[in-house]
């Protein structure tokens, strides 16, 4: 049974996933039309087309491998500096650029010269290229706004989950205690499970956050406590203890290999949803903004750990990159585990908005074949038209984007091997999700 579940979950990743991609190229597609581009072909997936079909003069369809998408627009470049299309040397650089211009024509019909993706402003070609990025943004803040204010956010709660019989150090088990272990101070103190602490040292509590910060200030301190117990007020008397604890980032999250010496109560606490509001949502959504682009930045830095974890098995760290692969075996894992429906259903959503949030700030990278090189090239093109006006010259004419091939295949294939690396990582030595 888990198995099928785990086959169901990667399922489910893979459809959300070709919809990520419908959803991107749509946005090329619709902007390319509404400014009378020619759209010979919308696709989604690479390789062998699996399902086609024509509806007017363009053909849709879907390829066997599900790893992106296009649409195919003719004349995305300028014919050549002689006027013509293609223009063959024995210089490789030169053929490439040239590949890659006659590739731009290579469906060129009658009429079509109106029809040229390089022959519209600039203005307009950064809109149509833009246009696929922004889908996926949309698509993420759709998906985020449902997660935190429909479905909600899974919190730590100032309730009693469980109570730790001794003080140890953390990570070890709190439920075998070894012989010359202290007693914890919940434990002496009387807490139960499903106690909701009221006050603290004399203190409201609103939420568990400001509940963990009160217990590690008060090391060493005897603080009388106020719980709610079978609807009424009970109140305790703690001895808090001092232990070694991981440090707690401003996000409320442990900070990996750092530890200070704090005060402990030894209480698990409870977890409850709770519904941002708009504004919360916001928040959340600038912060996961700022993590992606520290994330994308700090890609090149990851290149080792993946490295030796194919190599070495060195295990995963839970910031590694992983790719879709990984990112389908994760839906895999939480729909084989015994939670919820609605824990599952929100980690679907968390994973597709993530990843839709991705799609939008690498596709933004002003770097060939990405849609940021093409609106980069156009804003160039218009930048450098507009100064030739002020100044009294000759119109430059478009800018020849094909130029900087040469540049693009070794960008994509700087990216094909980074992805070929995370993918074996994640076949051979995937992250894991407890």
């Not at 024509?105 to 009429?111: A, D, N, P, R, S």
């Not at 009424?232 to 001092?242: K, W």
């Not at 450098?384 to 094909?402: E, N, S, T, Y």
């Amino acid at each position: 049974m888990n198995n099928l579940m785990w086959a169901l979950g990667i399922l489910i990743f893979v459809f959300g996933l070709l919809f990520s991609i419908a959803w991107h190229e749509l946005g090329h597609l619709s902007t390319a039309k509404l400014f009378k581009i020619r759209v010979p072909q919308y696709m989604v997936g690479f390789g062998p087309t699996i399902w086609s079909r024509r509806k007017g003069e363009t053909e849709y369809g879907i390829k066997a491998i599900p790893l992106g998408g296009y649409i195919r627009m003719i004349g995305m470049f300028p014919p050549g500096a002689d006027g013509r299309i293609t223009k063959r040397s024995s210089s490789p650089w030169r053929t490439m650029i040239e590949d890659a211009r006659e590739a731009s024509y290579e469906e060129l019909q009658e009429g079509d010269e109106t029809r040229l993706f390089y022959t519209r402003k600039p203005w307009k070609r950064v809109i149509v290229m833009f246009a696929g990025p922004f889908m996926n943004l949309i698509l993420s803040v759709a998906l985020f706004l449902a997660l935190f204010m429909g479905i909600g956010q899974q919190i730590s709660v100032p309730v009693v989950a469980s109570v730790s019989q001794c003080v140890v150090k953390t990570g070890e088990r709190t439920d075998v205690c070894p012989a010359d272990a202290p007693l914890s101070p919940a434990n002496k103190a009387g807490l139960h499970n499903g106690d909701r602490v009221v006050t603290f040292g004399g203190e409201p509590i609103s939420t568990y956050r400001q509940l963990q910060d009160d217990i590690r200030d008060a090391a060493g301190r005897t603080v009388p406590i106020v719980v709610e117990r079978d609807g009424q007020q009970v109140t305790l008397s703690a001895e808090i203890a001092t232990n070694t604890l991981p440090v707690m980032d401003k996000d409320g999250y442990a900070v990996k290999g750092r530890t200070v010496e704090a005060g402990f109560l030894g209480i698990t606490p409870a977890q409850g949803v709770h519904h941002l509001s708009v504004g919360e949502s916001a928040d959340q959504m600038t912060q996961m903004a700022e993590h992606g682009v520290k994330s994308l930045a700090a890609l090149p830095s990851k290149i080792p750990s993946l490295w030796h974890a194919v190599v070495d098995g060195t295990p995963r760290s839970t910031d590694d990159p992983i790719g879709m692969v990984g990112a389908a075996r994760l839906g895999g894992d939480v729909f084989a585990m015994d939670l919820p429906a609605t824990q599952q259903l929100a980690f679907f959503v968390q994973l597709l908005a993530g990843i839709n949030l991705s799609l939008f700030l690498f596709n933004m990278l002003p770097l060939l074949p990405l849609d940021g090189g093409h609106i980069a090239g156009a804003l160039w093109e218009s930048l450098r038209r507009r100064f030739a006006a002020l100044v009294k010259r000759p119109d430059p004419g478009p800018f020849d984007v094909a130029r900087l091939m040469p540049v693009a295949y070794v960008v994509a294939g700087i990216f094909i091997c980074f992805t070929a690396l995370v993918m074996v990582a994640d076949i051979v030595n995937p992250v894991r999700i407890n």
